[in-house]
């Protein structure tokens, strides 16, 4: 594997960030399940990482909730291959493809402005439905 994670251009995150726990996997595999831990989950420690900025550690904290403990550590899982090895390579693609989900900047929405005949054109058919609606209206012939 690699030395460092590229995130980014700007963003890479070496390998001794990332902590990885082992364990046994449920599902197939016969009996290399209980002998084997192919299980992998990944460690990483969002709030003493020296390599996110200020900005970037609060959007992951704010974003990822739910994958972070109180201690501001991040796990990621995978358990679906039979080796050990390829759940490690699983479990890193999900860490830089959750990374750059969170991190990605934002496109700022440009506000359309309505052309001057679209607004004529919107009051024309305003007053058209107004002017069909009043036909329904029951003339009392008494008055």
């Known amino acids: 594997m690699l030395e460092k994670i590229q995130i980014y251009q700007n963003l890479e995150i070496p390998l001794g960030e990332l902590h990885f726990k082992f364990a046994r996997s449920g599902g197939k595999g ?4 209980n002998k084997v831990e192919t299980k992998v989950e990944l460690l990483f420690d969002v709030v003493n990482s ?3 900025s200020d900005h970037q550690r609060t959007l992951i904290l704010n974003n ?9 550590i991040l796990h990621i899982v995978s358990q679906e291959s039979r080796s050990q090895w390829k759940n490690r390579e699983d479990v890193v693609r999900k860490f830089i493809e959750i990374l750059q989900k969170v991190l990605k900047p934002k496109k700022k929405r440009i506000k359309t402005k309505i052309s001057l005949a679209g607004k004529e054109k919107r009051l024309i058919s305003k007053k058209q439905r107004g002017e069909i609606k009043k036909t329904r209206k029951v003339i009392d012939l008494y008055q």
């Open 30 to 33: 016969g009996q290399n399940v």
């Open 64 to 72: 990822l909730k739910n994958q972070i403990d109180l201690e501001g």
């Open 50 to 52: 020296s390599f996110l």
